[in-house]
């Protein structure tokens, strides 16, 4: 069972993971990627580059793993229910097959790749349904990655920017994502890292999260101004000013069992 993660009803899960049926554009240019030592630690779980040929990116959105795994000489194959979002993957990476699918309902053949991935997109998912689509997918003693880019908030001005935020998916330390029994070894790994923004970057990143692009316009309004408030005058960075944004990358694996 999962532990530590936001808890959002069904219906409330489903409303806000429609926000981002459209701004592909947008969400590619204010997100962040991905430390590649999240793809090499999934990676070498299977044996290395030599043990693995074949990795499905799903719940891809505009492609910010799938081009970790293509760098690292994978065939992927991507899957994400918004055609939005993979269209812009299909400009950014257009030897990439690119399909519309979900996690419950992938469209993939049978035991077709040693990796499956899901970036920032498993708490839209229904576990369990998805657990054995994916076991479907992989091939004997496959590997499942479950992955989470989130603002490191052991931060004191990064905890409070999420709040200013809705940074919503921000897990506690006992988190542990819920599969379903086709999988076993479930085990996590941890990275580190910043980004270096402005603080203009930083509103485009708040335009970009589910609670923004689902609020009305004077929410929208109130959290611009919270945090134009919070940068420029509580924290007295201008706006050409860079800024290290720590970042905390989760990679879970799992073996198929």
């Known amino acids: 069972m999962a532990r530590g993660g936001p808890k959002l009803h069904h219906q409330r899960r489903y409303e ?101 991935v899901v970036a920032q997109a498993w708490h839209w998912c229904d576990p369990l349904l998805a657990s054995t689509e994916l076991s479907r997918i992989l091939r004997p003693a496959g590997v499942l990655g479950l992955v989470w880019n989130q603002l490191d908030t052991s931060v004191p001005w990064v905890h409070r920017l999420s709040r200013i935020m809705h940074a919503g998916d921000v897990h506690k330390p006992d988190f542990r994502p819920a599969i379903g029994p086709e999988f076993a070894g479930l085990e996590s790994h ?5 980004d270096p923004v402005t603080t203009g970057d930083i509103v485009e990143l708040a335009k970009s ?18 945090l134009d408030w919070y940068l420029h005058e509580h924290l007295g960075h ?10 905390l990358t989760q990679t879970w694996r799992a073996f198929k069992a």
């Open 16 to 116: 806000l993971g429609q926000s981002f049926q459209d701004g592909g554009e947008h969400y590619d240019r204010v997100r962040p990627s991905y430390p590649g030592d999240s793809a090499d630690w999934l990676i070498d779980s299977v044996g290395g580059i030599a043990g693995v040929s074949d990795a499905a990116d799903i719940g891809a959105g505009t492609g910010k793993y799938t081009a970790l795994l293509v760098q690292r000489g994978l065939a992927v194959s991507a899957v994400d229910p918004s055609p939005d979002m993979l269209a812009q993957l299909r400009l950014v990476l257009p030897g990439v097959p690119a399909t519309e699918g979900t996690a419950e309902a992938t469209g993939l053949p049978d035991a077709a790749f040693d990796v499956v």
């Open 190 to 194: 941890l990275t580190r890292w910043e």
């Open 209 to 226: 999260r589910s609670y923004y692009l689902a609020a009305g316009e004077s929410t929208r309004a109130k959290v611009r101004h919270n």
């Open 238 to 247: 201008s706006p050409a000013d860079t800024i290290g944004l720590p970042y």
